[in-house]
């Protein structure tokens, strides 16, 4: 059930023989996202040369899709997807921009160029590997609010909020096949006295 994806929207620029190659990248969770993400890219650059693509917008691998928006057949968007498959990223969508400097790079000149493009976006984007993550709520007397943090930061667990009054309400993000034991070990520790509940589970990233 776990996957990679990057983490974050990038943009890298990459210069070769005068012409200028724009890679972006951003997460796109399915076809929709990543049409909108396009979009966006497209929107910035209304006068680019081309605008070349390829997506995995699922956690399946099975919604792949590329362009080479006039480039030679083969010199761009399957270039760019290769890139993305080669680092087995899902819902994950790479657009590189390109500006012609007046110097053709030949079919192979342009392989390379955006398919360095697509690697420097996605090494700005950053990669983890995302999971089914439970977000849960911990309730606890304010006096053991040291030692839960104590005992959180062990086990490397996320903390998204913090609230502090007669007792100390945590907020925490665990992996969905971990929430149990976690539960019954905070419960442990706690001698029984938290009270823990699910809000809602969703995919995060988890390193």
């Known amino acids: ?3 990679f994806s990057v983490l974050r929207r990038a943009e890298r620029e990459y210069v070769v023989e005068k012409s200028k190659f724009i890679g972006y990248c951003a997460r796109t969770e399915g076809e929709e996202s990543a049409r909108v993400f396009l979009g966006e890219v497209r929107a910035l650059h209304p006068t680019a040369t081309h605008v070349c693509y390829g997506f995995v917008a699922d956690r399946t691998g099975n919604g792949q899709r590329f362009s080479d928006d006039g480039e030679p057949q083969g010199t761009a968007g399957l270039p760019i997807l290769n890139v993305i498959k080669g680092k087995k990223l899902l819902e994950t969508t790479v657009a590189v921009v390109r500006y012609f400097g007046g110097i053709k790079l030949g079919t192979g000149g342009l392989v390379r160029a955006y398919t360095k493009a697509a690697q420097d976006a996605v090494s700005e984007a950053g990669v983890s590997e995302y ?5 849960t709520q911990i309730c ?3 006096s053991e609010t040291d030692a839960l943090m104590r005992f959180l930061s062990g086990c490397g667990v996320k903390v998204l909020t913090r609230e502090f009054g007669e007792r100390a309400v945590l907020t925490v993000a665990v992996r969905d096949s971990e929430k149990d034991a976690f539960s019954a070990s905070v419960q442990d520790m706690l001698c029984g006295k938290a009270e823990i509940r699910t809000l809602r589970t969703y995919f995060a990233p988890v390193n």
């Open 1 to 3: 059930m776990a996957y």
């Open 131 to 135: 999971d089914l993550c439970a977000e």
């Open 140 to 142: 606890a007397a304010y």
